[in-house]
């Protein structure tokens, strides 16, 4: 059995307008999870590379676009993936010639989707380059937000704006903050609850569905999301300029709910009450397409067809799941335990490989009300000897400390 080696190529042109490339408008390609060792030419020049076969990542080729003069680009990929090495993430995708027992048939290469975007400059980030939303305050009705920003030269002056709406109705906006020299983010601690005026403006439809007397989906003002009532804030977050002249605008959701496992009496807590978990082990692999799902449609289904059967949420096991299972559980209501892929050889690599990916991966999802749990490690995969050797429990408990220090911290502020 050999590795495995996948060449891509294919023209590709600047997608950007010519008022876009006059305003400095980068030029980012943007990658779904690549399976393994991935790295990418730009006419024939080296333009970055990345590891990790579970995890999204970003190249900006702008600069490598401008030095050539032609209008066709030639755009290679080139992904290695070992058909046996244990110490790499790999999941249930088996290392044998043959899948055996309850592993499956590996695949490599690019599994999910690839394209060009055209960004500013100055920009919003997301959460991977440090945009974080924590909505677990459901008690003070507090938005806890670190709004990131990209691309800023030293000493330039922006602020950042945000505005929270439910059902449309504007619920709060946020006076512009200005970023300090000295950091690329502001923090926010956004009210999230409505008063009785901004309660009368509702529509009739929300409330119909969503009683004010329901303790079950508000608190104080507070719409709640849960399984059974997944109520999304629209937040917008708008970037502006040292003149006050906007610049950037991102619009996303986020839901209010919070998870509670220490009450001693061993029962989750959903938005304070017990909560029976009813989840699915879903493995996400599919019979003609691998882990790669048939569609996008496909994964809203997926969660559609799991609640009709009882379900309140999964846990993707041994898998990243696309992030469009993510928005569709979110917006349907679908709780979700986070899972990288295991080892199967405790190792120095093995850590390295195992922490850079997980890393990703968290960052990626940390935003998404249906995220209740992360899963680190599933049984003793990549830690056979745990009874006997401390390096691979320090390596698990590390992987908790880390974990818990990638969420926002008060003491970034």
């Known amino acids: 059995m050999a590795d495995v ?73 080139r992904v290695y ?9 790999r999941g249930k995708q088996y290392w044998g010639p043959k899948p055996e027992s309850i592993f499956y048939t590996p695949c490599s290469g690019a599994w999910q989707s ?50 929270v709406k439910l059902a449309s109705v504007v619920v709060s906006r946020s006076g512009s903050k200005d970023l300090r020299r000295d950091k690329d983010f502001v923090r926010f601690d956004q009210s999230m609850g409505l008063s009785e005026a901004l309660q009368q403006q509702l529509p009739s439809e929300t409330l119909q569905k969503l009683p004010l007397e329901d303790f079950s989906c508000w608190r104080d003002g507070v719409a709640l999301w849960s399984p059974e009532h997944p109520i999304l804030y629209d937040l917008t977050l708008r970037l502006y300029d040292s003149a006050g002249r906007l ?34 082990l879903d493995q996400g692999y599919w019979p003609s397409t691998l882990m790669t799902p048939p569609s996008q449609e496909s994964l809203k289904e997926d969660v559609q067809l799991s609640k009709a059967m009882g ?72 830690y056979p000897d745990l009874s006997n050797n401390v390096r691979q429990r320090d390596h698990l408990r590390s992987l908790y400390h880390m974990t818990k220090t990638l969420d926002l911290d008060k003491a970034d502020q």
Not at 81 to 89: I, R, V
Request: glycine share 8%; proline share 3%.
């Open 81 to 89: 993936d070992s058909a046996y090495d244990l110490a790499q993430p």
């Open 5 to 77: 080696f996948i060449g891509y190529e294919r023209p590709v042109q600047d997608i950007r307008t010519s008022d876009e490339r006059q305003d400095g408008h980068r030029l980012i390609l943007r990658s779904g999870a690549v399976d393994y060792l991935a790295k990418v030419w730009l006419n024939g020049e080296l333009s970055g590379e990345h590891r990790g076969g579970h995890v999204p990542f970003d190249l900006d080729i702008t600069d490598a676009l401008a030095a050539s003069s032609s209008l066709d680009h030639r755009l290679t990929m």
């Open 114 to 163: 690839i394209w060009l975007e055209s960004v500013l400059r100055l920009r919003i980030a997301n959460s991977t380059f440090g945009t974080i939303l924590r909505s677990h305050d459901i008690d003070g009705g507090k938005l806890d937000a670190r709004i990131a920003v990209l691309g800023r030269r030293a000493r330039e002056e922006c602020s950042v704006e945000l505005e």
């Open 247 to 280: 610049i950037d605008e991102v619009q996303t959701t986020t839901g209010m709910r919070s998870l509670n496992w220490t009450t001693g009496d061993g029962n989750f807590r959903l938005n304070g009450r017990p909560y029976f978990q009813a989840l699915l």
């Open 311 to 382: 379900f309140n949420g999964c846990r993707k096991h041994q898998k990243v799941e696309d992030p469009a299972l993510m928005y569709w559980a979110d917006k349907l209501g679908f709780l979700v335990w986070g899972e990288m892929a295991s080892c199967y050889h405790f190792s120095v690599d093995m850590v390295d490989r195992f922490n850079q990916e997980w890393t990703d991966m968290v960052v990626s999802t940390i935003n998404h009300p249906c995220i209740v749990a992360w899963t680190p490690a599933n049984e003793s995969w990549g």
